[in-house]
Structures are given as structure tokens and as C-alpha cells.
């Protein structure tokens, strides 16, 4: 469904929306529909059927070597995967209710934080979003009691101007000295300026090192008690240093955009749950994190975010457009700070899609992959020790996975020269696995979605294809909102040799890793 037109309709629909997400979520049978039971149940019995009474094609002599590689990266990958689903279950049912009691413990003792601060950065937002965002985070301070300062970030009087009326008209009973509102209109251009901008507007005004600041999006809503949740695990834990929540989608734009984010979230809870038993995170979220004041009052953590930067062999130096969140990771990591991920507090996301919705998924994943891939090296380069071995493990095998991932489509065509059968028997596995993979998933949704099994290999596909592209093109960037900014494009002379050998590297790699594949199968002969 696309957005309403007018600003009335896309409230009303938004606060729709919004109740039915708050409502109680349904746990294991109870959040499936009997005729989705019995989809998924005839599905898994004529996919087993096929695979076991079609001639079976992995098991030929001339195709055997293929099936022996294809097993086993499917045991190492799968492998893999489980070991995040179990350790997310030991999290989840383990981990998590003892520190959410002892959360709910100093809390109900009547410890705060000292000051609370919220940098927020919003720019040419809806105004029905703006206006919630804004909303319940006033409801939640007025309740809490705890003293706050909002630092909102523009790019323009537009956004301002809305915000203002809508305090002026609802939170006429919040005392000054309990919420305190700072507009700091940027003076150049980007999201990262806008945050450091903030930063030193904290810093100017006094902060505390064990004071806590959030940073958010301006179309990050805050859901049910999600102050109390978070930040009660800082008195809890001392070693605290950051923290990242929960998120759901809220989608105006194609159906199956709809799915697919709310697919991608549930892998992101449960990939969250799995890497918080090392005491860190691959993300601290840019859509809503906590931290210890202690970081922002360093110069080197702000300058990180106003300046990051890599030096690449090929593009030289070149400065991240996104991707504030992976800096901010990034500098946490580097001093061994603890991070944990709070499952219980959610905040949801308002995705309006007006472009295409391939276009916008191959944008984000350009997005996404570039941050990961820029920051990754710089991350394992930490080693280790630093890192912890099971996080670092995470980051090494990211870059491994967009290759691995390739592996099997490519094998599956190319043996399909030999028997084009065998290609049948691939797509028959291929999709028996997703339905198995999806059933864990559903764990971590709150409905279920029978077209996750196919938009989970798309998923895959597409990820791993943007991330080969993006690890020789690391300096091009772009990113719709805020402008629609980009970089990396450049021109002149050296921007045009740049370009040709980051693409005749990228066509090195990918011909390389076919016909390595091809000689193995036979598809081309020997040279030797």
C-alpha cells in the first residue's frame, strides 16, 4: 500500500498501523492461521515427495563432485546459521530475563540517569511522522520524570517550524526544567555534519560522563516504555556502554517491499540476540541507540562521525556519506567497550517507498553492503582479542559469505550443461531449505508470511551480487534520502582510470571465479 495523499489520511492510517503492532504479539502456533499450517505442510510433503521419488540427479557419476561441494558449503553455511539460532534462543530464554529483572529491579528503586540527552536529526520529514516521533517521545519523558535536553538537527525551517507547533499546542504541561527543546540549523550539508554539530552543542552545554545520549532518525518512533527499557539497563550493568533496540517496519509501498523489511527484521533479531552473548553488536542502529556521555565528550569519537574516512589503495582518501551508526560502532569497538541489544524495547521504522521497489532494495543493499565492507576491514584488522573471537569470526565470514553465496547458483547452471535435470533437483533443494530456514524466522515475527521461502533467496542473491560489486567500487556512495546525496562519482582523467580498473578488477574476479568453477566440473577443459 502506498502513502495516503493528504496529511489527515496518512495519520489516521499510521495510527491504524501503530495499534495493531502494539497489540500483544502471538507466540509459536497461535501467530499461524490454519490454512497457512496446512500450505506449508502439503509444501514440505510434495517438496520431500520430489525429492525423493524424482530421479535423483545429485548422486550421478557425472555430477557428483558437484553435489559433494554444493554439500558441503550447504553444511557450513546452514551449520552456521543454527549456531546464531541457538545462541540467540540461550540469549532470548536464558540471558536476557535475568538482566531484564535485575533492569526492573534498579529501576523500581528509583534510580535515573542524571540528565538524559537525544540528538535527533530529521530532514524534509512527513509531518504525521514527525509529529508522533515528537509526540511519544514527550509522553515518555513526562512520565519517567527524567530530565532532558532534545538537540534536533535540520536542514531547513520546514521541519522546525512543525515541531514547534506541535509542542507549543501538547506539551504545554511539561515544565522547562524537565524537557528542554535546541534547534541547530546546519550550515553543511549531511546527516554526519548535522550529528557532530549536536555533539558540541552537548558538550558546549554540559554533560556528565555517566549521563546517557540517544541518537535517532527523525522518523524513529519510539514504542511502548522504551526510555524505562533502556535505560534502566545502564543502572543495571556499569560496563554498559551502548546499547541498540528493537525495530519494526511500518511500509508505505509494494506489498512485497512490505515483506521483505519485515523479513530482514526478523533476521536482524535474531542475528542481534546471537552476537549480544559476546557482549557486542555488528551495529549500534542508527534508528535508535543509547550511549554513555563519556564517548561523545571525545573529540576523537566526534570527529569520527563528522570525518570518517578510509584510504583506499585505488579511490586514495575518501570520506563515508552513511553509515554513522558503523562509525560510532566502530570507535566503541576499538576501546572494548560493551554493547548489547534490548529485545523488548521497540521502535518502528516508517519506510515510504515512492521510487521503484527493486531500485529501492538494490539501493539499500548498495547502502548497507558499502558501510559493512568499508568498515569490516578496519574491524578484523582489530583482531580477535579486541573484537572477541566469535564477532570477529562474524565480521571475516561477511566477507566470505557474498562468494559462497554465489557458489551454488553458479554450479547449479553450469551443471545443468551436463543435465539440465540437475538444475530441477537444485531449485527443488534450493526451496525445501527456505521453508525450513523461514520456520525458524517466523519465531522472530510477529505474523506469518508464506512468501518469505522465495524472497529469502532473492534476498540472498541480490545481497551477496551488490556486495561482490561494492568490494571494488568502495568510494561510491548513494543515498536517497537527505537529499539524495552521492559520491564517489568524480571526474577528470583519474576518476576515468579509477573507474576502469575498479571495473576490469571487478570483471577479473567474477570471469576468474566462473571458469575456476567451470574447470572443476569439467565445463572447460583443462589447460594442462
Not at 505442510?41 to 524424482?54: D, I, K, N, R
Not at 583482531?383 to 557458489?407: E, H, K, N, S
Amino acid at each position: 500500500m502506498h502513502a495516503p495523499d493528504t496529511e489527515y489520511a496518512f495519520d489516521k492510517d499510521l495510527a491504524a498501523r501503530l495499534r495493531t503492532l502494539q497489540r500483544p504479539a502471538r507466540h509459536g502456533l497461535a501467530k499461524w492461521r490454519p490454512s497457512q499450517l496446512i500450505l506449508v505442510a502439503m509444501l514440505l510433503l510434495a517438496l520431500g515427495w520430489l525429492l525423493t521419488h524424482t530421479q535423483n540427479r545429485f548422486f550421478q557419476p557425472d555430477t557428483l563432485h558437484v553435489t559433494l561441494v554444493l554439500g558441503t558449503l550447504g553444511l557450513w553455511r546452514f551449520g552456521w546459521w543454527f549456531s546464531h539460532a541457538i545462541r540467540a534462543e540461550i540469549y532470548r530464554r536464558g540471558r536476557w530475563p535475568k538482566l531484564r529483572a535485575q533492569a526492573d529491579g534498579v529501576w523500581a528503586t528509583g534510580w535515573r540517569p542524571r540528565r538524559l540527552h537525544i540528538q535527533m536529526t530529521t530532514y524534509f520529514e512527513e509531518p504525521s511522522i514527525t509529529k508522533r516521533v515528537i509526540g511519544a517521545m514527550l509522553a515518555q519523558i513526562r512520565r519517567e520524570r527524567i530530565p532532558t535536553t532534545i538537540y534536533i538537527g535540520t536542514g531547513s525551517a520546514y521541519d522546525e517550524q512543525i515541531i514547534r507547533d506541535f509542542v507549543e499546542t501538547y506539551a504545554q504541561d511539561i515544565p522547562d526544567d524537565l524537557a528542554e527543546l535546541v534547534f541547530l540549523r546546519q550550515n553543511q550539508p549531511g546527516k554526519r555534519m548535522a550529528i557532530g554539530m549536536i555533539l558540541r552543542a552537548i558538550n558546549r552545554n554540559g554533560v556528565d560522563p555517566d549521563d546517557l545520549v540517544i541518537f535517532m532518525d527523525g522518523d524513529a518512533l519510539f514504542g511502548n516504555d522504551v526510555l524505562q527499557k533502556t535505560l534502566s539497563i545502564f543502572g543495571a550493568d556499569p560496563d554498559l556502554q551502548a546499547l541498540t533496540t528493537d525495530e519494526e517496519v511500518i511500509c508505505y509501498g509494494p506489498k512485497w517491499i512490505a515483506a521483505w523489511l519485515n523479513m530482514r527484521f526478523a533476521q536482524r533479531r535474531l542475528a542481534m540476540q546471537s552476537h549480544a552473548m559476546s557482549g557486542k553488536v555488528l551495529t549500534l542502529t542508527g534508528r535508535m541507540s543509547v550511549f554513555r556521555a563519556q564517548h561523545i565528550r571525545s573529540e576523537r569519537f566526534i570527529r569520527t562521525i563528522e570525518a570518517d574516512h578510509l584510504d583506499h589503495w585505488l579511490w586514495g582518501r575518501f570520506r563515508f556519506l552513511s553509515g554513522d551508526d558503523k562509525s560510532t560502532w566502530y570507535h566503541l569497538l576499538s576501546c572494548g567497550a560493551k554493547m548489547t541489544y534490548v529485545p523488548d524495547a521497540t521502535v518502528y521504522t516508517i519506510e515510504v517507498i515512492k521510487e521503484n521497489g527493486l531500485e529501492r532494495m538494490v539501493q539499500n543493499f548498495r547502502r548497507w553492503s558499502g558501510n559493512m565492507l568499508r568498515n569490516g576491514t578496519r574491524a578484523i584488522a582489530l583482531g580477535p582479542r579486541q573484537v572477541t573471537p566469535f564477532i570477529w569470526w562474524c565480521l571475516v565470514d561477511q566477507r566470505l559469505a557474498m562468494w559462497t553465496m554465489m557458489v551454488s547458483p553458479t554450479l547449479a547452471l553450469l551443471a545443468a550443461l551436463f543435465d539440465p535435470l540437475y538444475l530441477w533437483s537444485c531449485l527443488i533443494w534450493v526451496l525445501f531449505s527456505r521453508v525450513i530456514l523461514c520456520v525458524f524466522l517466523y519465531t522472530y515475527s510477529r505474523n506469518v508470511d508464506l512468501s518469505w521461502p522465495f524472497i529469502l533467496y532473492l534476498n540472498q542473491v541480490i545481497n551477496a551480487s551488490v556486495k561482490i560489486f561494492m568490494i571494488f567500487h568502495l568510494s561510491k556512495q548513494k543515498w536517497s534520502n537527505r537529499g539524495n546525496q552521492s559520491a564517489g562519482g568524480g571526474e577528470g582523467w583519474v576518476a576515468r582510470v579509477q573507474n576502469t580498473t575498479a571495473k576490469l578488477q571487478l570483471t577479473v574476479a567474477v570471469s576468474g571465479f566462473v571458469t575456476l568453477l567451470a574447470l572443476y566440473i569439467g565445463a572447460l577443459p583443462a589447460p594442462f
